[in-house]
DNA sequence: GCCGTTTTCGGCCCGACTGTTTTCAGTCG
């Protein structure tokens, strides 16, 4: 069994646990143990005493062993046969949690959404301690929309959710201040609603704006501190408002963007020096209630780094921000090295691209339109390549201080040959190769096209490595492991693609490339000019995998660059 | 179930809200 297996069956244990409605401090030692064993970097067969890990005692490591002497778990088949399946969904269902529903199972048999529905219709429920009639309205109700919406929506999805509740935020005057906060805020892959922290001197007030904010169609909870509504927009999301004094806005904020375990572990710093961390503050052993101007400040008052959202996730970011990371930041971006133009199925001219690009304060920008290949795209022949060049050569003679480099975005075809020959691709500035078909290859042959590629000279850059749109498709078979060593033996670079719906390769994919010494380019592939804002999803991105901006080609000066692609 | 410079028992991050109670359990983040 390898060790994926093994974190999903301690993950499934505690799952089992929770509708047993079992102690939850056992619960979360399995998941704990599951967690332990998925952020060590060893394989199962390398680690020798899984005893040893923190977080995996007797009992967990008993669990793990016997999974690895015979693929089974005697705990997790006893678990199976107590609880029925039928309820492990029923723990999505807001509201109903796992002591709610291990007694509905053994009060009233319910075993599935169906037998809920069913006792609910029959006005079972409400005689149950501990419901009533509420409940059971409440429990017809999400059954009825069980499974309609999707379970955690793309961040691509909720960007402009996001901006449109922000500027109706910004036109509410009780409101002195107010950021995103939660897993969007931590810049997720996925987001499951969204949590905005509110500063304000008049609550009842602003509490009362925020139910007539457009797209309401629910309200889930409205207290003095908390208002936590559904909003429908292409599907209903929830949102959280917490309603904060200016004072507290900091610590809240911080509260409020979690993620969930890395507020234990600050919780954990603070109570061994006898201090106790809440939304409101930081309370001292003698009871005095601390807040502070920012973030940074409540981070400094524990003698940490300012620990930037993205890192935020409960695992080493309270170690090893005792040190100043070096990270890189959306400031040392001098170039964008994918892009479109009109030439194939960009909207803007080469012309506006560039301009757009100056306004950035960027040095220089590749020209990647799409090769003959892709004719939906309308991708450029050699001839039309050609011409190209001669329009970016006239730019860029009216240009100072900023360069247009020649590059196009090469299609590796399906049979693993390049779109273009190499004499061609030996005239280009910079020269990107790409998958854009026949996804369902295997892996062999998948490979066989990005290594020829690879290992073409002219080849600087393998763009958006594995395809995948984050939520809608997963991408094609590719062996990163393998993909990486190569793209380090033949020096080519690998993309990180910033559009929010690919943000491709992944932070941990980006963090075993830069280990491995491979460099990376960090670009927009803009299909417009307003596109080339997507950088700072890239940025985001790209500080969760840990990169440092030397890692990062279009980091170089225009004079860097060029020497590190042989074009003088 | 895990853990230990308040150690082998008794804690385990902390608080808001709801719906049930009549002081609190369960759920959620």
Known sequence: ????????????I???????????????AYRKAARALEEDLRSMNQIEHVEDLPGIGKGTASVINELLETGQSSLLEELKKEVPTGLIPLLKLPGLGGKKLAKLYEQLNIIDAKSLQKACEENRIQHLPGFGKKSEEKILSVLKDFGKSPDRFPIAMVIPIVADIEQQLASIKEIDRFAVAGSYRRFSETVKDLDFVIATKKPEVAAEKLLKLKHVSDVIANGETKVSVELIYEYPIGVDFRLVEPHAYATALHHFTGSQNHNILMRQLAK???????????????????????????FNHFQLHDIPPELRIGEKETERFKEDVDLISIEDIKGDLHMHSTWSDGANTIEEMALAAMEKGYEYIAITDHSQFLKVANGLTPDQIKQQREEIKRLNSSFSNFAILTGVEMDILPDGTLDFDDALLEEIDFVIASIHSSFSQNRDKIMQRLIHALNNVHVDLIAHPTGRLIGRRSGYDVDLDMLIDVAKETK?????????????LAPKWLEKAQNKGVKLVINTDAHHELMLEHMKYGIATA?????????????????????HLNLD
């Open 1 to 12: 069994m390898n060790k994926k297996e093994i974190v999903k069956a301690l993950e499934t």
């Open 492 to 504: 080519t670079a690998l993309e990180l693609n910033s559009n929010p719906n690919r943000l491709d």
């Open 543 to 563: 500080r969760k995998g840990w990169v440092k901006s030397e890692t990062v080609l279009n980091t170089y000066s225009i004079g860097e660059l060029r020497k």
């Open 14 to 28: 505690a799952i089992y646990l929770e509708l047993k409605g079992e102690n939850s401090f056992k619960i979360s």
């Open 272 to 298: 061994k020096r006898g201090e106790k961390i809440s939304e409101y503050g930081i309370e001292t052993e003698n009871g005095e209630l601390i807040t502070f101007e920012s973030e940074e400040e409540f």
